[in-house]
């Protein structure tokens, strides 16, 4: 059974770098049919799509977020992290990683992480 | 980006009657030449991460109780919970795989009345 398991800060001071790493267990991470996404949910609202990277490296990004992101793939460790950096009040929110299942990179949120929640503040 | 919404925001239902979700993308979905509408349908309960139920517009996930169905196509979708049980309680999104950005419907509410 595939697990996805958020980790990092929960406390970030405004302008800083949020960074968060999500380790994948049960399952290989480097298959060439997975896409693995981050998402995110501020308390209480819906659910916004920040980006994903491929098994080869590619990255896509939410172009509302796209000049502050950055996701990247470490296979030796099973994991994939997002930074995003000039984070304010706005970026506080539950972060989840996901995985996609479908070569072509059209396909539903199958396994999630139970979610990590990020807070910016001084 | 494809805006998807959903209505209503929320609605109350009685123990065993029926509860419908619609879902409009601003664009079609449909990806015509596999015939096959990149839309799903999330539960999600409160602390909990949300739950894949539906893929494909109308394909129920393994385990998924067959009460939960979902119907459409191209831009208009539809989430039926034929017998609402108390477990239901949660909120239910609907989100495009069809383009990037990714997007999700605001979500309904479900409650029991």
């Known amino acids: 059974q595939v697990q996805l398991q958020e980790s990092g800060p929960g406390l970030v001071k405004p302008s800083q770098t949020l960074s968060l790493t999500c380790t994948v267990s049960g399952g290989a991470i480097n298959r060439g049919t997975y896409y693995w996404d981050w998402i995110r949910q501020p308390a209480g609202k819906g659910l916004e799509w920040i980006g994903r990277?491929?098994?080869?490296?590619?990255?896509d990004y939410n172009p509302s977020l796209k000049s502050r992101v950055t996701i990247s793939l470490d296979t030796s460790k099973s994991q994939f992290s997002l930074k995003l950096t000039s984070v304010t009040a706005a970026d506080t929110a539950v972060y989840y990683c996901?995985?996609?299942?479908?070569?072509?990179?059209?396909?539903?949120?199958?396994?999630w992480g139970l979610g990590t929640l990020v807070t910016v503040s001084s | 980006d494809i805006v998807m919404t959903q209505s209503p925001d929320s609605l109350a239902v009685s123990l065993g009657e029926r509860a419908t979700i619609n879902c409009r993308s601003s664009q079609s979905v449909l990806y015509s030449t596999r015939n096959k509408n990149y839309l799903a349908w999330y539960q999600q309960k409160p602390g909990q991460p949300p739950k894949l139920l539906i893929s494909?517009?109308?394909t129920r996930e393994s385990g998924v109780p067959d009460r939960f169905s979902g119907s459409g196509s191209g831009t208009d979708f539809t989430l039926t919970i034929s017998s609402l049980q108390p477990e239901d309680v949660a909120v239910y999104y609907c989100?495009?795989?069809?383009?990037?950005?990714?997007?999700f419907g605001q979500g309904t509410k479900v409650e029991i009345k």
């Open positions: 996901a995985r996609q299942d479908d070569s072509s990179g059209h396909a539903p949120f199958d396994y």
């Open positions: 494909w517009a109308s």
């Open positions: 989100q495009q795989y069809f383009n990037t950005p990714r997007t």
């Open positions: 990277i491929y098994t080869s490296g590619s990255t």
